[in-house]
């Protein structure tokens, strides 16, 4: 018998539809299971339990009335990079400390129409800037398998908390990797959909060329009910795609027998974890079990795809981030002169990331540079979208590692910002090409430590995702639901 | 790539950002690794190639309809400032009288 917290979305939704239990029942119990995981985990900057059982008594008052979405009374949590109506919403920086945003994202709105139930707003890097959320300025998130350990960034709270078990699910964003990464090293499931297939508006903006929000959940089924209530068109951000929502849950069941998946040579490198490669090519052949078809494959310039993703998303960054002057919102610092005070400002409340990739890209955009760097990595963006576009010609989707590591302790990788954005290696190349990825969890390494296995499919081929995915995961046992006990935080509660 | 102490100190003026000496020092060191690291693309012949902005086909400009809605109140846009007045946003002077 299950704990309520530890059901899956589509089970509480029965529950709740039957009269078995009550949203505000619901809403408790995961709150309970957040106030006995939180002191190790450390998942959310902000927890709203008041917003949260107010949510649950509206949600069972329209439960009650007979015409309610699927995820109507379930407990969800938010990248603190959404905006939440009059929520604070910190994107992780002292910059952005206090600040009410007076509207709400529209991915926030799209889940309150559905009655979801916000238990809180989670950690990240700043200003999603990192991939082991140890950039936060406010705290410092733990791996509910390995407390020892990051949780991947930058979505890192997002990622814990639906792992430990206080969220059934939760939003993140993806600009390089950040929710795919995070999903790999804490045993759920994060996808990353297609660019312009969920709308940004109301997100705090890193790379506008680059950033998508996705969901994490414990099961893909779980993740696909999420992303058909986020996905669809939306007209304050014109980049977002008008084109029909298929359901995605109907996708989870299908057959994969036949369908053909490209396994590319390169995203096998030195440098990878044994337990990584061991745990990827056993998936591989699980899917041929199933009835797919492996086949080698070459994405030729992957090994371009860090350099080219550090001067475009910097360049983004540079522009998008000079809005911070602390003037209508925001942290301000005295100086002598408007432009002495700017500068104090940002000195101030931005961490040493934040101001890295500012400085980064402020330099290659700069007067003599921008053909030199900028262009040329527009350039070679070109050449790795055409590798995916020659790829899929052939295969229905990709498979590949989403991390050449496991989760890694804290500190690190803190001081060697290479050495950092190498995390990140297998998912950016997907993140420039614009392509949906789902990660899926396929296995644990010797330290109990979990392994995620990244699917990549042409653009709005989401569907391919959850039904490789579902499959995947029907035949194997590495869910986190099959996998609670490894949990090492919240014991001493119900097991 | 190496990246001079005085250069980074012209790139943090042109961001705006205030940098502690500590800082101008190890940024330099980090930003000179980091462009060594992002010189390889220059091995890649781009001739010919397009430059891609956006990877996703957008379909075409985007126009909504020129319909007035509400705005956002007053009290609300200023409610995160920290100076405020005459419900405006205070700010330092950006012209200097001529002496």
């Not at chain 1, 903006?205 to 994490?216: N, T, Y």
């Not at chain 1, 040579?265 to 492996?294: H, K, N, W």
């Not at chain 1, 432009?339 to 409340?349: D, N, S």
Request: glycine fraction near 8%.
């Amino acid at each position: 018998m299950s704990e309520m917290y530890e059901l899956t979305i589509e089970q509480a939704a029965i529950a709740l539809r039957v009269g078995a239990i009550s949203s505000v029942e619901l809403t408790q119990a995961v709150l309970d299971r957040l106030a006995a995981t939180e002191p190790a985990v450390a998942a959310f900057i902000e927890p709203t339990p008041e917003v949260a059982l107010a949510g649950a008594a509206a949600a069972d008052a329209r439960l009650r009335a007979g015409d309610a979405p699927l995820l109507c009374g379930i407990p969800g949590a938010l990248k603190d990079l959404i905006a939440t109506r009059g929520i604070q919403t910190t994107a992780g920086s002292q910059m952005l400390k206090g600040y009410r945003p007076i509207y709400d994202a529209h991915v926030t709105q799209r889940l309150i129409d559905a009655g979801y139930v916000l238990v809180g707003k989670t950690n990240l890097d700043e200003f999603a800037m990192g991939s082991s959320t140890e950039t936060s300025s406010y705290q410092t998130t733990r791996n509910p398998f390995c407390p020892d350990c990051v949780p991947g960034g930058s979505s890192g709270g997002s990622a814990a908390c639906v792992a430990a078990g206080s969220a059934f699910f939760s939003l993140g964003t993806d600009t390089g990797g950040s929710i795919r990464q995070p999903a790999s090293l804490c045993g759920v499931v994060g996808m990353k959909p297609t660019y312009g297939r969920v709308s940004r508006w109301g997100v705090i903006a890193m790379a506008s060329s680059l950033d998508q929000v996705g969901p994490f959940a414990r099961t893909v089924k779980d993740c696909a009910a999420v992303l058909e209530c986020l996905a669809g068109r939306d007209e304050r951000d014109a980049t977002s795609s008008s084109r029909a929502v298929p359901s995605y849950r109907e996708a989870c069941g299908r057959d994969i027998a036949g369908l053909k998946l490209g396994v590319p040579r390169e995203y096998f490198i030195d440098g990878m974890e044994p337990a990584v490669e061991q745990s990827i090519r056993a998936a591989v052949a699980q899917l041929e079990g199933l009835g797919a078809t492996a086949v080698e494959i070459s994405l030729p310039h992957t090994s371009y795809a860090l350099p080219t993703y550090y001067i475009i998303m910097p360049c983004e960054v540079s522009a998008n981030l000079a809005r911070f002057d602390g003037i209508r919102y925001g942290v301000p610092q005295p100086g002598e002169t408007m432009w002495e005070a700017y500068a104090k400002t940002r000195g101030a409340g931005f961490g040493a990331e934040v101001k890295r990739r500012i400085m980064l890209g402020t330099y290659a955009l700069s007067a003599g540079y921008h053909d030199a760097y900028y262009v040329r990595a527009q350039k070679v963006r070109t050449l790795i979208k055409q590798d995916f576009d020659q790829a899929f010609e052939q295969v229905d989707a990709i498979v590949c590692p989403a991390s050449p590591t496991t989760a890694f302790p804290f500190g690190a990788k803190m001081d060697d910002p290479i050495q950092m954005y190498l995390s990140d290696v297998f998912t950016l190349a997907a993140s420039l090409a614009g392509l949906p990825g789902l990660v899926v969890p396929c296995g644990f390494d010797a330290a109990s430590k979990p392994i995620g296995l990244q699917l990549i499919a042409p653009h709005w081929r989401e569907e391919t995702l959850f039904q490789v995915a579902h499959a995947f995961e029907q035949s194997t046992s590495w869910s986190q639901p099959q996998n609670r006990h490894r949990l090492r935080v919240g014991q001493g509660g119900a097991q | 790539m190496q990246m001079s102490r005085e250069e980074v100190a012209h790139v943090a003026w042109l961001a705006r950002l205030a940098l502690s000496e500590a800082e101008l020092e190890r940024y330099a060191g980090q930003l000179s690794g980091i462009l060594s690291h992002i010189v390889q693309l220059q091995e890649l012949d781009v001739t010919d190639i397009a430059p891609t902005a956006m990877a996703v086909e957008a379909g075409g400009n985007v126009v909504r309809a020129d319909v007035p809605t509400a705005s956002a109140p007053q009290d609300e846009v200023l409610a995160n400032a920290a100076d405020i007045e005459d419900g405006s946003f205070r700010v330092r002077a950006i012209l200097e009288e001529s002496a």
